[in-house]
């Protein structure tokens, strides 16, 4: 827990419910311990949304779909909303939820690694969402940057580690140090490339906001 957990329920306890199939989805997740995104990064999101009113979508890390059709539900204007996912268990269920909330036709579900799929996309995203495994981020972000258009969203979950990623790499359990050295690398790129302007915010899990130059 980044924000004392006491912050936490409260500022959650603001934001109400999600619609009836949103919180369907969700508690069915859980109850299966699918990851989903926090309600605290889900609050972020719908801010970010009724910002940027995106157009064109792109989502590394689907899951059972949750973050997906929230995006759907929750962007202003009609858009179209490419996902990637890798884990085949998920890859069915996902795709129900999809036919179950009416949004098959709006949700293009690709199934593979995105290490694979991100090269042979072409086009523009204004709103890319990376929530997938968190140690591959660093090695996603070069064909993130080449389809994401000047003046879009970068929208980065999980990136704190639950606050792990301020420890000393000696401090976190050896099976996570190489996530830790690569999500420090990732917060490196993001806050100092040349075409991106980030903010890191202690989020739910830690959540990386970056917006693209449009020069």
Excluded at 35 to 62: C, D, F, Y
Excluded at 130 to 153: N, T
Aim: net charge negative; charged share 25%.
């Amino acid at each position: 827990m980044i924000v004392n957990e006491r912050f936490a329920v409260f500022i959650n306890s603001l934001g109400g419910e999600n619609t009836p199939i949103l919180e369907e989805i969700e508690r069915e997740a859980r109850e299966r311990h699918v990851p989903v995104i926090r309600r605290e990064m889900q609050s972020l999101l719908k801010v970010l949304l009724a910002v940027s009113r995106p157009e064109h979508i792109l989502e590394v890390g689907t899951a059972v779909g949750f973050s997906a059709l929230f995006m759907a539900e929750y962007d202003p204007v009609p858009s179209r909303i490419t996902t990637i996912e890798n884990h085949e268990k998920r890859i069915p269920a996902a795709r129900e939820n999809f036919v179950r909330a009416g949004r098959d036709g709006q949700i293009t579900l690709l199934e593979g690694d995105a290490a694979d799929i991100l090269p042979s996309l072409s086009g523009c995203y204004d709103f890319v969402f990376m929530d997938a495994a968190k140690g591959q981020y660093i090695h996603f972000l070069p064909e993130v940057m080449r389809l994401l258009a000047p003046g879009g969203m970068l929208v980065s979950d999980n990136v704190l580690q639950d606050g792990d990623i301020i420890e000393s790499k000696y401090a976190v359990t050896r099976r996570n140090r190489t996530i830790h050295r690569r999500m420090r690398e990732y917060l490196y790129e993001l806050t100092h490339h040349p075409l991106l302007t980030t903010a890191v915010l202690p989020v739910g899990d830690g959540a990386a906001v970056s917006v693209r130059s449009s020069g």
